[in-house]
C-alpha cells in the first residue's frame, strides 16, 4: 500500500465540509496557538536582548543567532515530519521551546544578563518551533479531503494576516509591563498545542517513501533560471525585510518611543501586508509577472527611502505600512509560479529548499540593524535593505527569464 493511497484513505473518514471536520478544526486550534508563540518571538526577542545587553549591536548578534536557529530547523524538519511519529515530534519539540521560555523567565526574574545564556535560549526555542512548522503542515494533508484543501490554506492565511495584527501589539504592551508577560503566554500556547494535537486522527507509522532524495529540491531550483533568480532574489528580499523591522525596533527604542506603539508600527505594517494579500488575487493573474516583480521591488525601495528619512512616527508608520503592500504579491506570484511548475510528490522538498535558500541572508540582517543603528543616526541604517532590493531588482533585470514571465494565468500552459 502507497502512502499517497494511506492518505486518501484517512481522509475519506473526515468531513469535506471544514467547520464540520473535526480533525480540521483542533488542528486549526493547534496550529494557531503554535503560531502565536512564533509570533510573540519576533517581538520579543530583540526587546529582551536590548533590555539584556544595553547594545543594538549586541542585541543584533543575538537576533541573529535566533535566526541561525530557525535556518538549521528548516531541513531536519521536512524530513522529520516525514519519517517519524508527528505526536512525538510535536510533543518533544514543543516541550523544548516551553524549557526555553520557562528558562528565559528565570533569567528575567534573576535578572541573569549572560549573553551566552540568551544567544542558547534563543537559538533553542527558534530551533523547536521551526521544526514544529513542515510537522503542522504536512499533518493537514491527512485531515483535509483534497477538494477542500485550497479553502484551509485559505481560511490559515488569513488567520495568519489576523495574528500579524493582533499579536505585535498585544505582546508589546505586555513586554511594557514586564518581559516576563509574553514568554509566559507563548509558553501557555505551546501547552495548548501539545494537549491537542494528540487527539488529531492522523497515520503516523508510515514512511514517506521517494527515490528522488532529500535535496531534490535545490537541483529543481537549479535547472530552472527563473526560479534560481527568483530565489536569489528572494533571500535579498528577505534579509531586507529583517533588516527593516529590527532597525525599527532598534532605532524607536533608543528615541523612548514606547514598546506598545512600537508594536503599533507592527501592526500597521500587517495592515499594509493584509491589504497586499487582498489585492494580490485580483492583480497577479492579469499582470505580466516580470513587470510586477520588478515594479514591486522599486515601490518598496523608494518608500523605505522614504521611512529611513522621517523622523515623525505618524509618518513612519504610514510610510512603512504602504512599503509592504507589494510583497504579497510577491510571494503568490513566487509560490504560483512554483506550484505551477513543480510536480506534486517533489512539491514538499522544493519547498523546503525554497525555505531555506530564501532565509540564508536572515542571520545577517540582526548584525547589520544592530551595528547600523549604533553608528548611524535615525532610521538611515533602513538604507542597507534599499540595497538589498536594489541588487535584487538588477538581478532580475538582467534575466530574460524574469523579464519575460507571463501572467498568473499563463504559467502552466508556458510551462506546458
Known amino acids: 500500500m502507497t502512502y499517497k493511497t494511506l492518505i486518501t484513505e484517512n481522509v475519506e473518514n473526515h468531513s469535506s465540509n471544514l467547520l464540520k471536520n473535526t480533525g480540521y478544526k483542533r488542528w486549526f486550534i493547534a496550529d ?91 537559538a533553542i526555542i527558534s530551533f523547536s518551533t521551526a521544526v514544529l512548522a513542515p510537522v503542522f503542515t504536512s499533518s493537514l494533508k491527512q485531515l ?13 492565511e488569513a488567520r495568519s494576516a489576523l495574528l500579524a495584527l493582533a499579536v505585535p501589539p498585544v505582546a508589546g504592551l505586555l513586554a511594557g509591563i514586564s518581559g516576563v508577560f509574553p514568554c509566559v503566554v507563548a509558553l501557555v500556547c505551546l501547552v495548548s498545542s501539545i494537549a491537542v494535537f494528540p487527539s488529531l ?14 535535496l531534490v529540491g535545490f537541483s529543481l531550483i537549479w535547472k530552472n533560471p527563473a526560479l534560481r533568480t527568483l530565489m536569489f532574489a528572494g533571500m ?3 534579509a531586507a525585510v529583517s533588516t527593516v523591522m529590527l532597525v525599527l525596533i532598534f532605532s524607536l527604542k533608543q528615541e523612548n518611543v514606547t514598546v506598545f506603539n512600537i508594536g503599533l508600527v507592527q ?27 520588478i515594479g514591486s521591488l522599486c515601490w518598496i525601495s523608494v518608500f523605505l527611502c522614504v521611512v529611513a528619512l522621517s523622523t515623525n512616527i505618524l509618518f513612519i508608520t504610514i510610510f512603512a505600512a504602504i512599503s509592504v503592500v507589494p510583497g504579497p504579491m510577491l510571494n503568490a506570484t513566487l509560490m504560483g509560479y512554483t506550484l505551477s511548475i513543480t510536480p506534486a510528490h517533489q512539491q514538499g522538498r522544493l519547498d523546503a529548499a525554497m525555505s531555506l535558500i530564501a532565509s540564508l541572508a536572515a542571520p545577517v540582517a540582526p548584525l547589520i540593524s544592530g551595528i547600523g543603528t549604533e553608528v548611524l543616526p535615525g532610521k538611515l541604517a533602513i538604507l542597507f535593505a534599499v540595497a538589498f532590493i536594489v541588487v535584487a531588482v538588477l538581478l532580475c533585470l538582467l534575466s530574460p527569464e524574469i523579464r519575460t514571465l507571463q501572467k498568473g494565468r499563463d504559467w502552466a500552459q508556458e510551462e506546458g
Open 32 to 122: 494557531t496557538a503554535t503560531e502565536i508563540a512564533t509570533g510573540i518571538n519576533s517581538l520579543v526577542f530583540p526587546l529582551l536582548a536590548l533590555h539584556f545587553m544595553q547594545s543594538s549591536a549586541s542585541a543584533g548578534f543575538l537576533v541573529s543567532v535566533s535566526s541561525i536557529g530557525s535556518l538549521i530547523g528548516l531541513l531536519p524538519g521536512g524530513y522529520i515530519a516525514d519519517t517519524y511519529n508527528r505526536r512525538k515530534v510535536n510533543l518533544i519539540f514543543s516541550t523544548i521551546a516551553i524549557t526555553g521560555y520557562l528558562s528565559i523567565i528565570l533569567a528575567i526574574r534573576e535578572q541573569i544578563s549572560s549573553g551566552a545564556l540568551l544567544a542558547f535560549l534563543f
Open 201 to 214: 486522527p492522523l497515520r503516523t507509522t508510515e514512511k514517506l517513501q521517494n527515490k528522488d532524495g532529500v
Open 236 to 238: 535579498l528580499i528577505n
Open 267 to 293: 501592526t500597521a505594517i500587517a495592515v499594509g501586508a493584509l491589504s497586499g494579500a487582498i489585492l494580490s488575487g485580483f492583480v497577479v493573474p492579469r499582470i505580466k509577472s516580470g513587470v510586477l516583480i
Open 144 to 156: 483535509v479531503p483534497s477538494a477542500k484543501f485550497a479553502q484551509a490554506m485559505g481560511a490559515n
